[in-house]
């Protein structure tokens, strides 16, 4: 058996452990056999197939994650006829612990953090030390520490101020749930250990990323950063980041997808016109925003959307209607973008909004250029600017809800193309798992 499947299958039934009354024996099939597990000792041969299988495994239910965030975040509705809760249950705000929504994702990020925690404790044995070299240590526990950061982090922003473990390397003796101030500053010194690390000795391989290791943990500090309100910890990672204000403003880190053997496909795909059976509907203030600023025509980044030709589809279980479907994969193997440089400039815009607002200016202005508008002129950097122009270029992408919940604008998400008179406010977190026991 594989390594990767040999983490994968492991993590799994630690993860079940966490989150059921079943009591599974460590590394114990379901089937039957036993698993062996790689904290006795990694071997050359078998780093590259682990450092795969845990890029493979952060892919796991993060299309059910994106969807969630954007419907949660009114850029988009879910229409799926064999589950009505996306209409009934996610855009209503009524957000149980017992849900998939909420269980799918947490279970399959707390599954790749056991991984990473499994490929760490293996380079405390002696046999792997004898085999890798303290540069080689550093390098892998920097990859480790940084996957780890990302996962955690992905957690936090679902359930926020109910707070996360981030101590579960033992599952019999899991951490106390940290508040969710606690947990960014535990996942911050995740990331700083990790970038020292890389730092240190490299990188490893393989890297299917698009971008370095090292690249990929400061564009994510500048994330956690900002969710502090740390402004110049956002500009000392993004210094040694891939930003580039002169760049591509797709370029960065990626979940990659392909057709071939046991791989998976994009599961953010879905083809026009799709009916009710599965579709993605773009909430109609997309294409025309009534608040400031207004809707400026000739963004290209409302070509995220395409009209439908049988426009408007009736998501029947929801009394809603829409007549755009979002378009931002054109294949089933289109890769998903974990963070890109456009979101990195608008992050740098954010933390020099106040000090530095001419850098500001400038770094909004590219963005613009390339989406085919105008500078916005001196002086317009705003917390509104930053709102609208996030709302744009990330589309889709799971950041709007977490950016008007940070902002503190929740209630300003509009909610008048959903049901009249029945919906609740928009929600600010989950709950924590009903599986946890709390």
């Known amino acids: 058996m594989k390594i990767s499947n040999k983490i ?19 590394g114990q099939s379901l089937n039957g056999p036993q698993i062996t597990s790689i904290s006795d000792g990694l071997s050359r041969p078998e780093l590259p197939q682990v450092v795969a299988g845990i890029l493979s495994d952060m892919r796991t239910d993060m299309g059910t994650q994106r969807d969630v965030l954007s419907v949660l975040g ?57 085999i890798f070299s303290s540069n080689e240590l550093a390098a892998i526990r920097g990859f480790a520490n940084t996957i780890k950061a990302y996962e955690l982090l992905s957690v936090l922003n679902l359930v926020y101020q109910n707070g996360i473990r981030t ?47 090292s690249e990929f943990n400061r564009a994510i500090t500048a994330q956690v950063a900002m969710y502090q309100g740390n402004n110049a910890k956002v500009l000392s990672a993004l210094a040694d980041s891939f930003m580039d204000i002169n760049g591509d403003m797709g370029f960065g880190a990626y979940f990659r997808y392909s057709a071939a053997g046991a791989d998976l496909l994009n599961p953010l795909f879905i083809a026009l016109n799709s009916g009710d059976t599965g579709a993605a509907v773009a909430y109609p203030d997309f294409i025309e925003d009534p608040s400031m600023p207004s809707f400026e025509p000739g963004d290209t980044r409302l070509n995220k959307v395409v009209a439908r030709s049988d426009f408007p589809v009736q998501l029947e279980l929801a009394g809603m209607a829409g007549a755009y479907d979002v378009f931002i994969y054109q294949s089933s193997t289109d890769p998903v973008g974990i963070i ?22 400038a770094a909004i202005d590219a963005v613009r250029s390339a989406a085919g ?12 600017r930053i709102i609208f122009e996030r709302r744009y270029s990330l589309f889709g992408e799971g950041h709007r809800w977490i950016d008007m919940r940070r902002f503190g604008r929740l209630a300003e ?13 928009v929600p600010s977190q989950f709950p924590i798992p009903q599986s946890e026991g709390l």
């Open 373 to 384: 508008l105008g500078p916005i002129g001196a002086g317009n950097v705003d917390e509104d």
């Open 167 to 213: 101590d579960v390397a033992d599952p019999d003796n899991l951490g106390s749930f940290e508040t969710y101030d606690e947990a960014l500053t535990t996942i911050m010194g995740l990331l700083d250990s990790g970038f020292s690390d890389i730092s240190t000795g490299g990188e490893v391989s393989p890297n299917t990323l698009g971008v370095s290791y």
């Open 8 to 26: 994968k299958i492991l993590a799994i039934f630690i993860v079940i452990g966490m989150t059921s009354s079943c009591s599974l024996e460590e």
């Open 74 to 130: 009114r850029e988009y509705w879910h229409l799926q006829s064999s589950d009505p809760g996306w209409g009934t249950e996610l855009a209503a705000g009524l957000l149980s612990n017992s849900a998939f929504f909420i269980n799918r994702p947490y279970t399959a990020r707390y599954a790749t953090v056991k991984e990473c925690n499994i490929l760490l404790e293996s380079l405390e044995a002696e046999s792997t030390t004898t």
């Open 413 to 425: 998400i509009n909610q008048d193309f959903d049901r009249i008179g029945d919906l609740s406010p």
């Open 340 to 361: 890109r440089n456009e979101e990195l400039l608008l992050l740098y815009a954010e933390a020099n909004m106040v000090s530095n607002p001419s850098d500001a200016e």
